[in-house]
């Protein structure tokens, strides 16, 4: 008979102790140490690679094994199978992770049903809704397919027998908190049991060759709730943003072993459901105001795709000693950076000023070819001169003071141009070698102090 003995987990990074402690060593959380009982004697896990082919169970050349060259599973969500790097990965794990009432159930179920259509038996399992519930959020859908099973259940051993008794080439788990492996004593949702169970339905999707959707529930600080390895065992992690109270939804990729990490898909969300958003930067641009200062377009790159977005900046006087910088959706050292060249390079004075940076929509910029239109919407709301409609502005700035290429810039403006932009400042370097579309002007500068006179003039 196997032997029992107790440990203490921490709940949020996996850290075990043989003793209670109030904050984990590892991560440095408070009360997040729980008791659980470990069983020893237990029979070791299998591996998936045993299951699978003589071949695998031994080590080979690397030239002497074969392998098959499946197509990607491709759904009418053009905008998840960008994200995904081309479509669904036969045999891969996806998590799938975003805030409560965000639309994860919501994307996921209609996926199934795109998926149920052109490939057969797909299995939705659930284990926070009844069967009745989840048919009575398909119906809302609009979603009906003879090929979509449902199925509630928490117990995995249980799940594994559904998935060998139908045979399904897709499977969704709703949600991976919830399930529980009945040879693991703690609680479904703890750091053993979504260890165990991951490792388990990664076994199958790999053995099988079924693609295997987990949902996983987040923080408060926004991180996939359970331990850190949950995001190394997967092979993609998908986040689901937005804000509840907004119509608009944006699907990122922080890990995927099949395609780009830089891809963002948008979605509106909608009574029948989610709807993609084709040309997002219509969206983002069509609450503008014209006529104020403080406010810039860029073409960003998310990926492949480019993204016209508004930069927004105040800056007033400050009633404190050190002046605050705040900023959502850059970076709050890149705005310290971009203000100090501002300061020195270009005779703002700055220094007894509060600055507040927003990107409109909910985007989240990190490359540097924003930088220029950032210090242009600085300088606006500083100056009090409003810029151009029309103008949008690229480029990279250095520390003293150059305005530095960026990659990617006929596309950049092929999008501006495509929106009805009739100028763009861009760096000089990145003049030549590529076709201008027409009717809009392109300006190329050197320096700051440059773009600020052409932005201004």
Same mark, same amino acid.
């Given at each position: 008979?196997?032997?029992?003995?107790?440990?203490?987990?921490?709940?949020?990074?996996?850290?075990?102790?043989?003793?209670?402690?109030?904050?984990?060593?590892?991560?440095?959380?408070?009360?997040?140490?729980?008791?659980?009982?470990?069983?020893?004697?237990?029979?070791?896990?299998?591996?998936?690679?045993? #299951?699978?082919?003589?071949?695998?169970? =031994?080590?080979?050349? +690397?030239? @002497? $094994?074969? *392998?098959?060259?499946? &197509?990607? %599973? /491709?759904?009418?969500?053009?905008?998840?199978?960008?994200?995904?790097?081309?479509?669904?990965?036969?045999?891969?794990?996806?998590?799938?992770?975003?805030?409560?009432?965000?639309?994860?159930?919501?994307?996921?179920?209609?996926?199934?049903?795109?998926?149920?259509?052109?490939?057969?038996?797909?299995?939705?399992?659930?284990?926070?809704?009844?069967?009745?519930?989840?048919?009575?959020?398909?119906?809302?859908?609009?979603?009906?397919?003879?090929?979509?099973?449902?199925?509630?259940?928490?117990?995995?051993?249980?799940?594994?027998? #559904?998935?060998?008794?139908?045979?399904? =080439?897709?499977?969704? +788990?709703? @949600? $991976?908190? *919830?399930?529980?492996? &009945?040879? %693991? /004593?703690?609680?479904?949702?703890?750091?053993?049991?979504?260890?165990?169970?991951?490792?388990?339905?990664?076994?199958?999707?790999?053995?099988?060759?079924?693609?295997?959707?987990?949902?996983?529930?987040?923080?408060?600080?926004?991180?996939?709730?359970?331990?850190?390895?949950?995001?190394?065992?997967?092979?993609?992690?998908?986040?689901?943003?937005?804000?509840?109270?907004?119509?608009?939804?944006?699907?990122?990729?922080?890990?995927?072993?099949?395609?780009?990490?830089?891809?963002?898909?948008?979605?509106?969300?909608?009574?029948?459901?989610?709807?993609?958003?084709?040309?997002?930067?219509?969206?983002?641009?069509?609450?503008?105001?014209?006529?104020?200062?403080?406010? /810039?377009?860029?073409?960003?790159?998310?990926?492949?795709?480019?993204?016209?977005?508004?930069?927004?900046?105040?800056?007033?006087?400050?009633?404190?000693?050190?002046?605050?910088?705040?900023?959502?959706?850059?970076?709050?050292?890149?705005?310290?950076?971009?203000?100090?060249?501002?300061?020195?390079?270009?005779?703002?004075?700055?220094?007894?000023?509060?600055?507040?940076?927003?990107?409109?929509?909910?985007?989240?910029?990190?490359?540097?070819?924003?930088?220029?239109?950032?210090?242009?919407?600085?300088?606006?709301?500083?100056?009090?001169?409003?810029?151009?409609?029309?103008?949008?502005?690229?480029?990279?700035?250095?520390?003293?003071?150059?305005?530095?290429?960026?990659?990617?810039?006929?596309?950049?403006?092929?999008?501006?141009?495509?929106?009805?932009?009739?100028?763009?400042?861009?760096?000089?370097?990145?003049?030549?070698?590529?076709?201008?579309?027409?009717?809009?002007?392109?300006?190329?500068?050197?320096?700051?102090?440059?773009?600020?006179?052409?932005?201004?003039?």
């Amino acid at each position: 008979m196997a032997k029992k003995k107790t440990k203490f987990m921490c709940q949020s990074c996996g850290y075990e102790s043989a003793k209670w402690m109030g904050r984990c060593p590892g991560c440095g959380e408070w009360n997040q140490m729980v008791e659980e009982v470990d069983i020893i004697g237990k029979q070791p896990r299998r591996s998936f690679q045993h #299951t699978s082919s003589e071949e695998l169970s =031994k080590a080979s050349p +690397i030239t @002497s $094994i074969e *392998t098959k060259n499946e &197509p990607r %599973v /491709t759904t009418q969500l053009k905008e998840l199978n960008r994200v995904l790097g081309g479509g669904v990965v036969p045999g891969s794990l996806i998590l799938i992770g975003g805030d409560p009432g965000i639309g994860k159930s919501t994307l996921l179920l209609q996926v199934s049903a795109q998926l149920a259509a052109v490939n057969p038996k797909v299995l939705y399992i659930s284990g926070e809704e009844s069967v009745k519930q989840t048919k009575l959020r398909a119906d809302r859908l609009n979603v009906s397919s003879p090929e979509l099973y449902i199925y509630a259940e928490t117990n995995l051993e249980l799940i594994h027998q #559904t998935i060998e008794n139908i045979s399904p =080439k897709f499977v969704v +788990i709703d @949600s $991976i908190q *919830t399930v529980y492996h &009945p040879e %693991v /004593t703690s609680a479904p949702g703890s750091v053993s049991q979504v260890r165990e169970c991951t490792a388990e339905l990664m076994r199958i999707a790999k053995t099988k060759g079924i693609a295997i959707f987990i949902v996983g529930h987040v923080t408060k600080e926004g991180a996939i709730a359970g331990p850190r390895l949950l995001e190394h065992m997967v092979d993609t992690v998908l986040y689901f943003e937005g804000e509840r109270h907004h119509t608009y939804r944006i699907l990122r990729a922080v890990k995927n072993r099949f395609g780009s990490t830089n891809e963002m898909g948008i979605f509106e969300m909608k009574e029948s459901g989610l709807e993609e958003v084709e040309n997002p930067s219509e969206i983002f641009l069509e609450e503008r105001s014209k006529g104020t200062s403080g406010s /810039t377009v860029v073409a960003s790159m998310e990926g492949t795709r480019p993204v016209l977005v508004e930069i927004q900046a105040l800056v007033s006087p400050t009633s404190f000693g050190n002046p605050r910088r705040m900023a959502t959706g850059i970076d709050h050292n890149r705005v310290s950076l971009i203000m100090a060249v501002l300061e020195k390079r270009v005779g703002l004075l700055l220094q007894n000023q509060d600055a507040y940076l927003k990107v409109a929509g909910g985007v989240k910029l990190d490359e540097p070819a924003i930088d220029l239109a950032v210090a242009t919407s600085i300088a606006s709301s500083f100056r009090d001169k409003q810029t151009r409609a029309t103008d949008c502005i690229i480029g990279e700035v250095g520390l003293t003071g150059e305005v530095r290429r960026v990659s990617r810039i006929e596309q950049r403006v092929q999008e501006a141009a495509k929106l009805g932009f009739e100028r763009v400042i861009i760096p000089s370097n990145n003049i030549g070698g590529w076709k201008v579309p027409n009717g809009i002007e392109i300006i190329g500068v050197n320096t700051v102090g440059e773009a600020l006179q052409h932005a201004f003039s």
